[in-house]
């Protein structure tokens, strides 16, 4: 018996692995197959990857994603950080029903968002663009910011900052040299996750981008529209692969650092 | 002028949490340089009680000084006590000289940062780390720790020193060097501490003076040998270890004139009826009922028919025999429910060759019979 299960889970775990990240595969293969349409693998070929990063519309998508992505990563984990403080160091009237209103959004589905975001953007005069796709993702990013710092907080021995005290820093210095330093590893890790959770959006981007700004998930949409090419694979491999490599070395850089 | 007033002083200090009260209406006074242990089980508040010394909690009444000065306002980053933490609470962010050096270093301080690491160095060798200075906290040991977080208060020349169970995670044989090292330290320095200890054995053999606190009150506030020998309340005898706690009622004082300094001695009936000859005490008189304590280690034991020339002596029997290495506990019925725990060197007690389920004498002297307050 204790010789078979593992045997089983090992047979278990590559039936998972493959089920998950087999499509993944069979996309990045068929982005470097010579072949423009068909299944068949007809040689080995880099020209899809050269036509994606000539192509001046993706070119444009990326950049608003980016223009996106990055103001909306800063922004709502320094609001992220603010609100922890907020909730998790002052008692005050309602700061539970106020952490539970923090959670709706990220069970609301995201067309319900959406429409909701469509329909404030519209009814105070703001004209659809990068901008009102920005706010709708420090929208949905702030709670996901706040929920990863809480849990970080909630971490940190309140009797270190009583010792900051102690030894002579005031409230802002504790927090500066102390509090801060020791939630950074929550306030990167939310930035971590805000930053794909922007990149990656589609459903309430469509309904607050307008006509004519287009991030990259939303260009993707329209180029599959036509037909899955090889160069919307070769697209998706990169929309994979730069991050994950971004985030290898960032975990690599953190070890060595200790 | 400062050195003639108190280090520490406390008039009348209550603090409640949530209305309930941790410290109720607390005086005392700490006179400069002395080793000062608060005492007792956990939630009698002594923590507490260290708190609000070092400004980390404000009490609800009541005034606390500090060198003859009212602290009540003053937050903890301008008084001149430093704490050193149950867990150490060391900035596991900060190397051990940043840690070290954090409160030298912040601008409320102006240490010249010429001088700061030679005073890191200077304090590090005091507390035997010299070398250790660019470790992470987590890379020390715990007792290691200790000494950083040690490091890390004096370092900044505290007028009082306040340690909160500095040693309670360390393992015994490392407690005991600890024990020796912080009293050094404190002579050498001259800091007043105030210890906060549940350790009665820990508080015994470092302060000068300890207080035996319960619900947060003092029981009993005074030298180690006094709370060990004359413990005042039958908590205080307890918590001293003083387990044989007996009630009587006084017959007469006086009860057998052919004996030397028998005016000092008091007759009491046990409530199992048998009658002990106890030291006399002010305010007590025949009929008074009374309390009171008998260290294990002041009862004598011997093998039936031998002498035994105590005040008190009487025939039992041995119920228990434990032994602890270098002394051996007996547990023994006296007949009547009473039964008293005793101790005797184990050496002793081999000799004697005092068995389980054997009868046994047992005797011990007025001199150590206690009496303790209503």
């Known amino acids: 018996m204790t010789r078979k299960s593992p045997k089983f889970l090992t047979a278990f775990c590559v039936a998972l692995f493959l089920f998950m990240y087999g499509p993944l595969f ?50 709502s984990t320094l609001i992220g950080t ?177 | 002028m400062s050195e003639t007033k108190p280090s520490v002083e406390l008039k009348k200090v209550v603090k409640r949490f949530a209305g309930v009260p941790a410290v109720r209406e607390l005086d005392l006074v700490i006179p400069q340089g002395e080793f000062f242990s608060l005492l007792g089980p956990s939630g009698c508040g002594k923590s507490t009680t260290l708190r609000l010394i070092g400004g980390l909690e404000r009490p609800d009444s009541g005034e606390i000084l500090i060198d003859g000065e009212v602290v009540n306002d003053v937050p903890p980053y301008r008084r001149s006590s430093n704490i050193v933490f149950q867990n150490y609470a060391l900035f596991p962010h900060l190397t051990i000289a940043d840690n070290v050096a954090f409160g030298l270093r912040l601008r409320s301080r ?32 715990g007792g290691q720790q200790q000494r950083v977080a040690l490091a890390r208060a004096l370092v900044l020349n505290p007028r009082v020193l306040l340690l909160d169970e500095p040693l309670g995670a360390l393992d015994r044989k490392l407690r005991k060097d600890m024990q020796i090292e912080l009293r050094r330290l404190q002579a050498e320095l001259g800091i007043t501490f105030l210890y906060v200890t549940h350790d009665q054995e820990e508080a015994m053999s470092m302060s000068d003076r300890v207080a035996v606190m319960r619900d947060g009150r003092f029981e009993q506030v005074a030298p180690p040998e006094e709370i060990f020998q004359k413990p005042k309340t039958r908590f205080t005898a307890d918590f001293m270890g003083a387990s044989n706690i007996l009630s009587g009622k ?74 602890l290495g270098d002394v051996t506990e007996f547990d023994i019925d006296l007949g009547g429910g009473i039964s008293l725990v005793c101790r005797s060197e184990s050496r002793e007690a081999q000799r004697l060759d005092l068995r389980k389920n054997q009868a046994v004498l047992v005797g011990w002297d007025a001199e150590d019979c206690n009496l303790l307050d209503g």
């Open chain 2, 110 to 141: 102006r240490t010249p940062a010429a001088e700061v690491e030679p005073r890191v160095e200077e304090v590090l060798e005091l507390v035997h780390l010299e070398g250790f200075g660019k470790r992470y906290p987590d890379e020390l040991s």
């Open chain 1, 82 to 258: 603010l609100t922890a403080f907020a909730i998790y160091r002052n008692q005050f009237l309602g700061r539970g029903l106020l952490q539970g209103i923090l959670y709706i959004p990220l069970l609301m589905p995201d067309l319900v968002m959406g429409v909701t975001l469509l329909l404030l953007f519209t009814s105070i005069g703001l004209s659809l663009g990068i901008m009102t796709i920005l706010f709708a993702h420090i929208a949905f990013s702030i709670p996901l910011a706040t929920l990863v710092i809480i849990g970080r907080m909630a971490r940190i021995d309140r009797r270190l900052e009583e010792a900051a005290m102690d030894l002579g820093a005031d409230e802002l210095t504790t927090m500066w040299k102390v509090t801060l330093p020791l939630l950074m590893p929550g306030i990167l890790a939310s930035a971590l996750l805000v930053f794909p959770w922007s990149f990656n959006d589609f459903v309430i981007t469509y309904f607050v981008s307008g006509v004519g700004s287009s991030t990259l998930p939303l260009r993707v949409y329209s180029m599959i529209r036509v037909g899955v090419s090889p160069t919307v694979n070769a697209l998706g491999t990169l929309i994979v692969i730069v991050p994950l490599v971004i985030v290898i070395i960032g975990i690599l850089l953190e070890k060595r650092r200790v």
């Open chain 2, 250 to 323: 006084v017959r007469a004082a006086d009860p057998d004139q052919s004996d030397g300094h028998s005016k000092d001695r008091l007759s009491i009936d046990l409530d199992s009826g048998i009658t002990i000859t106890s030291e006399k005490k002010d305010g007590v008189g025949p009929g008074d009922r009374v309390e009171f304590s008998v260290r294990p280690d002041d009862i004598y034991l011997r093998p039936p028919g031998d002498d035994l020339d105590t005040d008190n002596r009487f025939e039992g029997s041995i119920t228990e025999k434990v032994y």
């Open chain 1, 26 to 75: 069979i996309l990045m293969l068929y982005s470097f197959n010579v072949s423009e349409y068909g299944v068949d693998w007809q040689g080995f070929t880099l020209q899809w990857y050269k036509e994606i990063l000539a192509n001046a519309n993706v070119q444009n998508a990326l950049k608003a994603s980016l223009l996106v992505a990055i103001p909306c990563v800063v922004i």
